[in-house]
């Protein structure tokens, strides 16, 4: 079928606020005297701020209370969102708003998908938010990646098939989701590594054009 959709990942792939999850989820840690995982940066990517904070706790996660747990996610929100304030059109990745202008040249609908309930507020940082068709956020969604929910949603709001939709993502939870959810997955990887199960793989934003 002809490729009439694409649905992006938001962080990784049109701009990259990782420093600043891990800046807020730093402060956090160390305001709770916990030391988290070397590999925490990698383990929390493309997840739902939940998941992340059991990764974050570790060993301590079953020291806290589900009220507890959701008090520290929004501390860590909070945190994340006054770093946020830093984000200009410039963070967007390279390339972003050329091929994302071509493509809607092209007549190919756009669609954000982003376990991130902070969404709307980057793409708008951003300035991106005229060029995209929807918008799906981790406040539409109620399973995190790799469940395909919020790229399904993301088909729908488009009013297209999985089918006819490619998936760009640059983490493996995601390329999994795009999968399981019957789309084509793009793996964004500007430094060369191959994600398991991808359709295709692209170095830069602008290979979408070719």
């Given at each position: 079928m002809r490729?009439e959709?694409?649905?992006?990942?938001?962080?990784?792939?049109?701009c990259?606020t990782?420093?600043?999850?891990?800046?807020?989820w730093?402060?956090l840690a160390?305001r709770?005297?916990?030391?988290?995982?070397p590999d925490a940066?990698e383990r929390t990517?493309?997840?739902?701020r939940?998941?992340?904070?059991d990764?974050?706790?570790?060993?301590r996660?079953g020291?806290?209370?589900?009220e507890?747990k959701?008090?520290?996610a929004?501390e860590k929100?909070?945190l994340?969102?006054e770093?946020?304030a830093h984000l200009?059109?410039?963070?967007a990745?390279?390339?972003a708003?050329?091929?994302?202008?071509?493509?809607?040249?092209?007549?190919?609908?756009?669609?954000?998908?982003s376990s991130?309930r902070?969404a709307?507020?980057?793409?708008?940082?951003?300035?991106?938010?005229?060029l995209f068709d929807a918008?799906i956020?981790g406040g539409?969604i109620s399973?995190?990646?790799?469940?395909?929910e919020?790229?399904?949603k993301?088909?729908?709001?488009?009013?297209l098939?999985?089918?006819?939709?490619?998936?760009v993502?640059?983490?493996?939870s995601?390329?999994?989701a795009?999968r399981?959810?019957?789309?084509r997955a793009i793996?964004y990887?500007?430094?060369p590594?191959r994600l398991?199960?991808?359709?295709a793989?692209?170095?830069?934003?602008t290979?979408l054009?070719?």
């Amino acid at each position: 079928m002809r490729l009439e959709g694409i649905i992006f990942d938001l962080d990784g792939v049109l701009c990259r606020t990782d420093r600043y999850h891990l800046a807020a989820w730093q402060t956090l840690a160390g305001r709770l005297d916990i030391a988290m995982p070397p590999d925490a940066a990698e383990r929390t990517r493309g997840v739902g701020r939940m998941e992340s904070l059991d990764i974050v706790l570790g060993e301590r996660s079953g020291d806290f209370t589900r009220e507890q747990k959701l008090a520290l996610a929004e501390e860590k929100n909070a945190l994340y969102r006054e770093y946020l304030a830093h984000l200009t059109p410039a963070d967007a990745e390279p390339q972003a708003r050329k091929t994302l202008t071509e493509l809607r040249r092209r007549g190919v609908k756009l669609a954000v998908a982003s376990s991130s309930r902070n969404a709307p507020l980057i793409i708008d940082r951003l300035g991106l938010t005229a060029l995209f068709d929807a918008l799906i956020d981790g406040g539409m969604i109620s399973r995190s990646k790799p469940d395909p929910e919020v790229f399904l949603k993301a088909a729908a709001a488009l009013a297209l098939p999985p089918a006819c939709c490619a998936v760009v993502e640059e983490a493996k939870s995601g390329i999994e989701a795009a999968r399981r959810g019957g789309f084509r997955a793009i793996a964004y990887t500007p430094t060369p590594r191959r994600l398991t199960n991808a359709d295709a793989e692209i170095h830069t934003l602008t290979e979408l054009l070719v």
